[in-house]
């Protein structure tokens, strides 16, 4: 079974890659759709501004998902379409960000920065950017293999902004800490099943001339 | 000769949806079992819902038309266009997303309803709404509203002063304070039933004002909007309006209130003692921990791009009315 399925993920790679493009636009298809049709109030700047977030760590989670899925169901094959699936958590975050900045603070920048100096919770959601933003770009297949190790510590940065993203979450709720709180169960678990790798990338901060 | 005008609000009496279409639709909604399931989630932004309801009905409450002296606004803004104060709500018994108030409270009847005055009084007194309204002189009053996340709106609102009806119940010398209470119905109010969508607050959801506050003639009981009755999403059927304070100020579909000599506590400081204080004056020079109170988003007729922030004022511009209230206090540690 899972032979068949290895070898369908491999061959149609082309097709299910157009396949995935379109599903993972669909929360931003939703989102227009919710706003003309007004399905999301009067002002919707907010739903906006939180349906993107959602959308970019909904986006994060099922990435974390891919390698232990792979692991476990033998499946290597999925982990080709891990880069594609992690560019949107990016895009995702590129939009909430830019919703917050244009929709919400109207494009003062002045207030953007103080904002961004003065407030823990959006220091916090902009160190993730960022750190998304330098995985983005060294996602790119060149910058990949001359990074060799280095590359594998930037993107080991995931499992800390993960957290970091959760802690955003949390912080901008006015009440309630439900639902970050059912992320972090989720992303929890999913750590738990990769300790090793997580060691083996905290581990490679500590002797930097170890080489496996 | 008998002339019936129509009103833009009116619609054709061909436009009622039939009673049995409107009854069968609900059980209709009400079979999608993941629709309720996903209405356990928290409402909050959409989060975690890929799968929102987006289902359009018709509101429960049928809103009438209100007789009303206009009293002259003390701003020149433009209003807040109707469709859009009625569908951007804070209401957590409905719900914490801005749209769910709207969506949740379409089964909320709040007629007859009826509301005690009581406390350090007098003459405390159990009030039929219908007949206080009938008996008070109705104004429409154009107010500014800033919520404390940082926009605002131009209401007219329609009701009377909360002097003129505080005084009926003749307070004693010994009272100091009024504490408001909003209704506790979990069968009509999901948020105070399920703690996923009222945001986990502890309800009944309850206000206070200092009596001198409560006495200034800008203090507002608002029982319409608009021309008409108050929906429930806006706090349907009598609510406070004070415009000088940020809008959690306001409390929405008021069972009672009770004179004190003490402060009495309110929901958001029990919740967040640091965010949110008694007096929540507006105040641009004093930020809330998590975002600037400098400006502000007014929402108006503009489109989602085409909105500017527009600067707070101090007091939301009614200083001239009520600074004098806060004289000799430290509004940094009174905030």
Known sequence: MSKAINKTLASYRWQLKGLLHLLLLCPLFYCVLAVVNGWWGGDPVQAIIHYLANSALNILVI????????????????????R????????YALLHLAAYLVIDLGLDWQLFWQENIQRPYIWLGMIAFVVLLAMSITSLKALQQKLGRRWLQLHGFVYPITLLVLVHFWWS??????????????VAGLFSLRKLQIQRWLGSFNNTNHTK | ?????????????????????FKQRRNIIKGFGVAGAAS?????????????????????IVRRALNKTDIPPLHNDALTPEA??????????????????????RQFNPNPWSFTIDGLVEKPLTLDLDDVMAKMALEQRIYRLRCVEAWSMVIPWVGFSLSDLLKQVKPLSSARYVAFETLYDPEQMPGQKSRFVGGGINYPYVEGLRLDEAMNPLSFMAVGMYGKTLPAQNGAPLRLVLPWK???????????????????PTTWNILSPHEYGFYANVNPKVDHPRWSQASERRIDDAGLLGRKRIDTEMFNGYGEQVAHLYKNMDLTRYF
């Open chain 1, 63 to 82: 990435a974390l998902c891919l390698a232990p899925v792979s692991r476990k169901f033998k499946l290597p094959s999925l982990l080709a379409y891990r």
């Open chain 2, 246 to 264: 940020y809008g959690f100020k306001s409390i929405k579909s008021i069972v009672r209130i009770r004179f004190t000599d003490v402060e009495p």
């Open chain 2, 40 to 60: 356990l989630l928290p409402a909050t932004g959409h989060a975690a819902s890929w799968f929102g309801g987006d289902d359009e009905e018709p509101a429960a």
């Open chain 1, 84 to 91: 594609l699936i992690g560019l949107y958590v990016f895009v």
């Open chain 1, 173 to 186: 709720l006015k009440s309630g800490w439900l639902e970050p709180v059912l992320y972090l169960v989720v």
């Open chain 2, 84 to 105: 859009k104060a009625i569908s951007h709500n804070n209401f957590y018994e409905f719900g914490t997303a801005k749209d769910d108030p709207v969506k949740n409270s």
């Open chain 2, 1 to 21: 000769m008998w002339l019936k005008f129509k009103r833009d609000w009116e619609e054709p009496e061909s436009a009622v949806t039939p009673e049995a279409l």
